[in-house]
């Protein structure tokens, strides 16, 4: 399944999320402990960063493959030939399927942090989904590999 990945993207959460999320998570604990007596005021300066850290973790497993003619993304894989040609979207065209030009039935698998996304029309008339978009880090890409059809 890896060696012959026409297309391969993980998802991680950009490290500065990270720094941030342990600045809040001290900054929390501080205000927690605020004179607790004995060992007690240790737990918030421990508790609060690992559960910031396993929530990023957690966030940082999506992956995004193409491969034998199968599209796989968190939740849900098909077959490439289920969908018309992909549309790369930019950070405005993203914006706008998100948010005004968004259909409620779509397939939508994107983070906060990707600034790109792809648009699959779904052209299988037995599929009452409209599109699938996809967010990616780099959607030409992601795009290329589906237009060759994911290696099949």
């Known amino acids: 399944m890896t060696a012959n990945a026409t297309y391969r993207e993980a998802q ?8 941030a999320g342990l600045a809040i998570a001290l900054g929390a604990a501080a205000e ?3 004179g607790q007596p004995g060992l007690a005021w240790k737990v918030p300066y421990v508790v ?3 559960l ?26 098909a077959p490439v030939d289920a969908f018309g ?6 950070r405005s065209g993203l914006r706008l ?4 030009a968004a259909r409620p039935d ?3 698998v994107t983070s906060p942090w990707l600034k790109g996304a792809v648009l699959l029309p779904v052209v299988d008339p037995q599929d009452d989904t409209p599109y699938w978009l996809i967010g990616s880090r780099d959607p030409r890409a992601l795009a290329l590999a589906l237009e060759a059809r994911g290696g099949s």
């Open 12 to 19: 991680r959460v950009p490290a500065w999320w990270f720094v």
């Open 32 to 34: 927690i402990d605020l």
């Open 48 to 50: 609060l960063p690992l």
């Open 52 to 77: 910031v850290l396993a929530g990023l973790l957690g966030l940082s497993r999506k992956r995004v493959l193409v491969e034998h003619g199968v599209v796989h993304v968190p939740g849900a894989r």
């Open 85 to 90: 040609p992909p549309e790369v979207l930019d």
């Open 97 to 100: 399927y998100l948010g005004p």
């Open 106 to 108: 779509a397939w939508v």
